[in-house]
């Protein structure tokens, strides 16, 4: 807005207020009096486009687009510590009991056991917030002397571990509760406080789906990721308890509320290749693995805000070709079948098996 208030333009402005008959050329005794405020005026209007365009959502960043967005009520979303499986083996090969709160580490990440959850297996936090908690896996080495452990493992990722929402992310969320009016347990209301919990990556909304009052949330980790049972039983006790209706959780009154993860459905891929010469379908097998998985990985991105997902031969050939070594492909199946693969609502794909002929 405004961009045009340059010093040049400020500067002309103040001259052609000095009468013709005095000297104001460039070294003058006036000209070089106003070239100072010249400068800070224009540095000023420089801030006022900044300032400005902070103020409204679509252009703020940072600090100013939290705070516009917790004008209605959206708040930024936090980073989180991932919680893990840990498994815990005696001198024996047996389950071994460890003390709650003995901290261990893997990969110069540390977690402390948080909850046992059965002989041997602990949940564990990560005590570093954000997504790294989720990427270690393997021997777990004690920090704190725990008597009788021989042998531990960091496992399952449980709850997803997330970095501080980023600017794009919020924006997304401040329009879609502008737009859709959350209100007393409407869809977009379920979809807003769900949406907002640690972990939670997407949700789903059933209404009605058994019966008056009945309410259904599928929900996709925050990776991505199939939501695993922990989240699942997290997300339940935050909105409704046991499903009981009776307002306990963020559920209103009379709601019954049911918390469920979107079920994988494994995708086996089979295609012909024709490679260039000195190319083996071996050598190109991980990268062709990695390019079919990150298809995926954007479709599961996009699951929430889709009727339902399909996985597209066309697309999966498309990324194909364009890796190193490969000259054509043809002859795809997903799942046996040479078609497009349709899931259900409820439904996100995981790679599979990845057969490669060529």
Wanted: aromatic fraction near 6%; hydrophobic fraction near 45%; proline fraction near 4%.
């Amino acid at each position: 807005m405004y961009e045009h208030q340059t010093y040049r333009e400020i500067m002309g402005r103040m001259l052609a207020r000095i009468p013709e008959e005095l000297d104001k050329r460039e070294g003058s005794v006036i000209f070089d009096a106003l070239a100072p405020a010249a400068a800070e005026l224009a540095e000023l209007y420089a801030e006022l486009d900044v300032q400005l365009a902070l103020s409204f959502a679509d252009t703020a960043d940072g600090e100013y687009l939290t705070r516009r967005a917790a004008e209605h009520g959206v708040r930024r979303k936090a980073s989180s510590r991932a919680m893990r499986l840990g498994r815990f083996y005696g001198a024996a090969g047996g389950p071994a009991e460890v003390p709650l709160r003995s901290r261990l580490a893997a990969e110069g990440i540390a977690y402390e056991v948080a909850e046992r959850l059965a002989p041997g297996t602990y949940r564990l936090a990560a005590e570093q917030a954000g997504r790294a908690g989720n990427e270690v896996a393997g021997a777990l080495l004690p920090l704190d002397y725990i008597d009788g452990l021989a042998r531990a493992e960091l496992a399952d990722v449980l709850v997803p571990g997330e970095d501080e929402e980023g600017d794009a992310e919020l924006r997304a969320r401040f329009w879609q509760a502008v737009s859709e009016q959350p209100f007393g347990g409407n869809i977009a209301d379920y979809r807003a406080k769900i949406g907002g919990l640690a972990g939670v990556g997407g949700v789903k909304i059933h209404p009605a789906w058994s019966g008056g009052g009945t309410v259904k949330a599928t929900v996709i980790g925050s990776d991505f990721a199939p939501a695993a049972a922990a989240l699942v039983q997290d997300v339940q006790a935050a909105i409704d308890p046991e499903s009981a209706g009776q307002g306990i959780g963020l559920a209103p009154i009379g709601h019954r509320v049911t918390i469920v993860a979107a079920d994988a459905v494994p995708v086996d891929i089979a295609t012909q290749l024709t490679l260039r010469a000195g190319v083996s379908a071996v050598q190109l097998e991980r990268d062709i693995e990695a390019a079919a998985g990150a298809y995926l990985l954007e479709l599961r991105r996009v699951w929430a805000g889709e009727s339902r997902l399909i996985v597209r031969i066309s697309q999966l050939e498309t990324r194909v070709l364009a890796l190193p070594g490969v000259e054509d492909i043809g002859g795809t199946t997903l799942n046996g079948a040479p078609s497009n693969l349709e899931l259900e609502a409820d439904e996100v794909p995981v790679l599979g098996t990845v057969t490669l002929n060529g």
